[in-house]
């Protein structure tokens, strides 16, 4: 089976990276990237506690019969 980037490529790419966008705009493309991430799994941990919510008064609804205050 084959790997997804090898150490070759992945300098490759690198290199390209840096020349199209110089070693100034780096950290901040990194900054950025890592921000992106960080609001992606909070979306997704939003999600995620809003499904388990949902859930939960869905199963109190089918239990009681009444809904939720």
Same mark, same amino acid.
Request: glycine content about 8%; proline content about 4%.
């Given at each position: 089976?084959? &790997?997804?980037?090898?150490?070759? &490529? !992945?300098?490759?790419?690198? $290199?390209? $990276? !840096? $020349?199209?966008?110089?070693?100034?705009?780096?950290?901040?493309?990194?900054?950025?990237? =890592? /921000?992106?991430?960080?609001?992606? /799994?909070? =979306?997704?941990?939003?999600? +995620?506690?809003?499904?388990?919510?949902?859930?939960?008064?869905? +199963?109190? /609804?089918? &239990?009681?019969? /009444?809904?939720?205050?």
């Amino acid at each position: 089976m084959e &790997e997804f980037l090898r150490p070759q &490529e !992945l300098l490759i790419i690198l $290199v390209i $990276v !840096l $020349v199209l966008f110089g070693g100034n705009k780096l950290p901040e493309l990194a900054r950025n990237l =890592g /921000k992106a991430q960080r609001e992606l /799994k909070a =979306g997704f941990r939003e999600g +995620a506690d809003e499904a388990a919510t949902d859930n939960t008064d869905e +199963a109190d /609804k089918a &239990e009681t019969g /009444k809904t939720p205050a």
